[in-house]
């Protein structure tokens, strides 16, 4: 991954992840046509995007830290 980070120079990222139709976990990423693989999870469980077609859809207020109904 192109940051080193550390505790006491960390590197704050915000993902925007989204997905029509299937059930997704993923460790891949790309910046700056450079690609790879790396293990960043919660707690040890990938990162996952769902598909929600036909389900109530919800956004994150990172400024106010609460989540919301989203609406486009």
Known sequence: MPYRVSARDPEVLLVTAGTCTCDCLWYHWSSQGRIGTVRI??????FRTSAIKGLPRYTYDALNSRWGHYSY
């Not at 999870?41 to 990938?46: A, E, H, K, S």
């Open 41 to 46: 999870d919660d707690c040890g469980r990938p």
